[in-house]
């Protein structure tokens, strides 16, 4: 399990310093089985709002959160097993604190090379760090062309491999009790694709999938039309209709683009799901 870190090693000086630009460009974010999930449905509105809070309240990583509650295949409930964050180079002694009573015992990196040696994250006591690069094999352009990263979050064979490996990762360490931690930069884009699979895979429902990827416009204190703060639903479409296209079904991208197995995706749900009480 290794990220791809191709603006870093790079021996052309123009290249590396075009990386350099992308990635600060980026660090201006203040900073038989059954099929996976049900019908779209109708879509919330760009302003939806959630109605749990499910912040952590870190102060140092305003946009961390978890998936506790939402409902999943025959109504089973996601459990606090997975956190989506945004980076974590200025949590507190307090921020630490709270995530160690969380058991989080991996945190996956979605960066690139240069924007983890810019923002470096604080290690948490007990927690292994997983690197798996995201968007490290694509074009320049695309660290800052956010319609165009959403597509290639399907479309890039380098960003599948990173994919599934997260998926995988969260799979083994919930499987062992823990918690896992995944980031970006913001725990916006890379991190609300990765969540928005993760959820596809456990069954949410499909608006409840956007609203969640919406929330970071509210716990990031911004909207839609912030276009490198905030996030647009219609990029998170565009993910889910770049997988339509190339593999027929989010489930189709999940088998054959992730290449998760059938046991990969029974054992998320066993881990990461509390059946519902009848």
Known sequence: MRGNN????????????????????????PVAAPTLGAPAGAAPSPTTREATDRSLH?????????????RGIEGAQVNSKVIRSDNLSRITSEDV??????????????????ER???????????????????????????????????SFVTDS?????????LRGIESTAAAGGT??????????????????????LGVDRPTIEADFLASNTYRHTSASDRING???????????????????????????????ARDITTLRSVLLTPTRR
């Not at 870190?58 to 939402?70: I, K, S």
């Open 117 to 151: 040696a810019l923002q470096p994250d604080r290690r948490l006591p007990g927690a292994v760090e997983v690197t798996h690069d995201v968007l490290g094999r694509s074009p320049i352009t695309t660290l800052v062309d956010l319609p165009s990263a959403y597509r």
């Open 97 to 114: 604190a709270r995530l160690t009573t969380r058991s989080v015992r991996s945190v996956v990196d979605l960066r690139t090379g240069v």
């Open 180 to 201: 896992t931690l995944i980031h970006c930069t913001a725990g916006k884009d890379r991190t609300g694709w990765v969540s928005a699979v993760l959820l596809s895979v």
């Open 158 to 166: 380098g960003a599948r491999v990173a994919i599934a490996a997260t």
């Open 58 to 70: 870190l102060t140092g990583a305003p946009n961390a959160r978890d998936f506790a509650g939402y």
């Open 6 to 29: 191709r603006f870093v090693k790079s021996t052309t000086p123009r290249r590396a310093i075009a990386g350099l630009l992308a990635s600060a460009a980026l660090l201006l974010i």
């Open 231 to 261: 996030v647009d639903v219609a990029w998170l479409r565009s993910s889910f209709a770049t997988a339509d296209a190339r593999y027929g079904s989010i489930d189709g991208y999940v088998r054959a683009g992730l290449g998760l197995s």
